[in-house]
């Protein structure tokens, strides 16, 4: 008795066994034999009768012979959107005071007397501004330039990632606008150096002769503004070279949120 029971237990449950499975495009399976032709719908014969399903809910068929018939293709998931990149921070340089410049004897003056100012964040150039032309009328019998903020006569130059705007004249003061990649925004050792060329334009040798430094704290996605203040000092010519030229200051007055 107990091994007709096993028998019979086996013969009942082979069909499930062997038994197809319809994948449903909603993720539901049934399991059944599908008979018939497919057309507009798969009818899937189960232990409690025929089940009608529409082809269009089907999304394949596993055959119990292990071929697989796709009937849907289903769709490929919505790309995760990329997260929208940092928005950028920006430096604004307000400049006021005096006028840096150089004068030279004719006789001694270097082959490029172009004058530069370079902006570095620690350490790093990121921007420059070089003026070329000469001010002769500022001192008759002498090489002479001074250092102009119009967007006319510089050469602006800035590292990569960063866009540097003209030199803008509000109320008396320059503003030098600058936009920085996100990744530069945090306390930052700010350094501005007014520049003199040791060599001529072809390979350039840029010296120090007037330095300001500070600390500042650039805004993430926002505006940093930082004063420069500059003072002459002393500055004077001689018949062969500036005098003093070191009195000459430029002064970081701290730096507060850009309106």
Not at 134 to 155: G, H, I, Q, T, Y
Not at 177 to 184: M, S
Not at 187 to 214: K, P
Request: charged content about 25%.
């Amino acid at each position: 008795m107990r091994a007709a029971l096993a028998v019979l237990a086996l013969l009942l449950g082979a069909p499930l066994l062997r038994a197809d499975v319809v994948v449903l495009v909603n993720g539901d399976r049934v399991t059944g034999r599908v008979i018939g032709k497919i057309t507009r719908r798969v009818r899937v014969q189960t232990p409690y009768g025929t089940l009608v399903i529409p082809a269009d809910k089907v999304e394949r068929i596993r055959r119990d012979d292990g071929n697989e018939e796709v009937l849907n293709v289903p769709p490929a998931p919505d790309p995760t959107p990329a997260p929208p990149p940092p928005p950028p921070t920006a430096l604004v340089l307000v400049v006021s005071g005096h006028t840096f410049w150089q004068a030279w004897d004719p006789k001694v003056a270097p082959a490029d007397p172009s004058l530069r100012l370079e902006v570095r964040l620690d350490d790093r150039v990121i921007a420059s501004y070089t003026d070329v032309n000469l001010d002769p009328e500022d001192l008759p019998k002498a090489v002479v330039n001074s250092f102009v903020f119009s967007p006319e006569r510089l050469f602006v130059s800035a590292a990569a990632g960063i866009t540097v705007a003209p030199p803008e004249l509000v109320s008396g003061e320059i503003r030098l606008p600058l936009t920085l990649p996100a990744e530069l925004a945090g306390r930052r050792e700010l350094r501005l150096a007014y520049q003199v060329n040791d060599a001529g334009s072809a390979a350039a040798q840029w010296r120090d002769v007037v330095l300001a430094a500070g600390e500042v704290a650039l805004a993430p996605g926002g505006a940093t503004r930082v004063r420069v203040q500059q003072d002459r000092g002393a500055m004077e010519y001689t018949r062969r070279r500036m005098r003093n030229v070191e009195t000459f200051r430029a002064t970081l007055l701290g730096d507060s949120p850009a309106p």
